[in-house]
């Protein structure tokens, strides 16, 4: 699996962005190909930013490792004065999503707080 494959991390931002319930009142444009796959989640109607959508490599980070994250985010907003980003939960009501690629390959999305 190439990790740019920019047509599979599109589809797969869009099968995320059903995970949250999202699908018909936002879209997600591509932001960056790195570590990550990296898209701005907006509103289809008035163009708000509504988050930003992470797309993890499949093998780069265990889902342990990713909740520890989110985790540690929450951490950093409810103890110290520093301001980060939040992740949203999704319509399970857990930070972390799994998406299914067309590659065969399970992806850890989350959508944090923009």
């Known amino acids: 699996m190439a990790f740019e494959n920019v047509e599979l991390f599109d589809r797969i931002a869009e099968d995320a962005l059903e995970k ?10 591509l932001i960056v190909l790195s570590e990550n796959a990296t898209y701005m ?3 289809k109607q008035n163009g708000k930013k509504d ?4 797309i993890s490599r499949p093998g ?16 950093i907003n ?6 980060v980003a939040n992740p ?3 319509l399970d009501g857990e930070n972390i999503q ?3 690629g067309k590659d065969g390959n399970n992806y850890f999305c ?3 707080e923009y």
């Open 20 to 29: 949250y319930g999202w699908q018909d009142r936002d879209e997600s444009k």
């Open 78 to 83: 409810d103890y110290t004065p520093l301001v």
């Open 51 to 54: 988050g930003v959508l992470r």
């Open 110 to 112: 989350v959508i944090c």
């Open 88 to 90: 949203i939960r999704g």
């Open 98 to 100: 799994q998406v299914r």
């Open 60 to 75: 780069y980070h265990t889902l342990n490792e990713l909740n520890s994250e989110m985790k540690w985010l929450k951490q």
């Open 41 to 43: 989640v907006r509103n």
